[in-house]
């Protein structure tokens, strides 16, 4: 069975530095990997996946992760953050030969100060 | 505005005491998601559906029961509801139930039980 690992619960950052938001994965299998925003109040979203093909992958909103299959990761860095990038990060993974079973890691609070 | 509906969107519920939550998507989905989101755990999948008619147990399925009559809803029951089931509720929806679908949530329940 897969299991994700975010090792930081929570990530303070001053407005326009920049952010790396790390997560480990560990399966026996080829997986597909998400990174889920949640802002307050709110359900979850997509914000970028890895399926197949380039190992970095970009969000429209200036986010991009790297997939790294022999540390097992799938970081998440953002090179300038604003204000309204405060919320929590989900990073989860799902097997490729078990259906669309998500397993998420603990998440990470992403508070941006000004 | 096409999406997931949940109710109610937050109750206070007694231990002992029969309580079913709502899922509604008009997005024409054929799978069908339920986790609960507790702090540090980030979301663990209770139960799923591929298709109407069909469910099946997640990670945490103990004390939670789930019916698909049809394709739009997706209600979460608990037969007899402990405070350990006291979480924010979030209801899911992918086009099918391939490990590469994205996966598009609702608003939440947040349910207290005493």
């Known amino acids: 069975a897969q299991s994700v690992t975010q090792l930081d619960s929570q990530v303070p950052v001053f407005e326009e530095a920049p952010v790396e938001l790390r997560c480990n994965y560990s399966?026996?299998?080829?997986?597909?990997l998400f990174w889920y925003v949640q802002y307050p109040n709110q359900g979850l979203q997509l914000l970028l996946k890895?399926?197949?093909?380039?190992?970095l992958v970009k969000s429209i909103n200036g986010f991009e992760a790297e997939f790294n299959k022999s540390q097992t990761s799938f970081h998440l860095r953002k090179p300038s953050v604003h204000i309204s990038d405060t919320a929590e990060y989900f990073c989860?993974?799902?097997?490729?030969?078990?259906?669309?079973?998500?397993?998420f890691g603990g998440g990470t609070r992403l508070m941006v100060k000004p | 505005i096409a999406g997931i509906t949940q109710a109610p969107t937050s109750q206070i519920l007694a231990a002992g005491r029969r309580m079913t939550l709502r899922c509604t998507q008009d997005m024409r989905h054929n799978a069908m998601y339920w986790y609960r989101q507790d702090l540090g755990l980030g979301l663990r999948l209770i139960h799923y559906s591929n298709t109407a008619g069909t469910t099946g147990k997640g990670e945490v399925p103990d004390g939670y029961s789930v019916s698909r009559a049809n394709t739009d809803d997706f209600p979460l029951t608990l037969a007899s509801a402990v405070p350990s089931q006291t979480s924010v509720y979030f209801c899911?929806?992918?086009?099918?139930?391939?490990?590469?679908?994205?996966?598009?949530f609702g608003p939440g329940t947040r349910l207290t039980v005493l």
């Open positions: 989860a993974v799902s097997e490729n030969n078990a259906g669309n079973m998500l397993t």
């Open positions: 890895y399926l197949s093909g380039s190992t």
């Open positions: 899911a929806s992918a086009p099918s139930g391939e490990a590469y679908n994205e996966q598009f």
């Open positions: 399966s026996s299998v080829s997986v597909y």
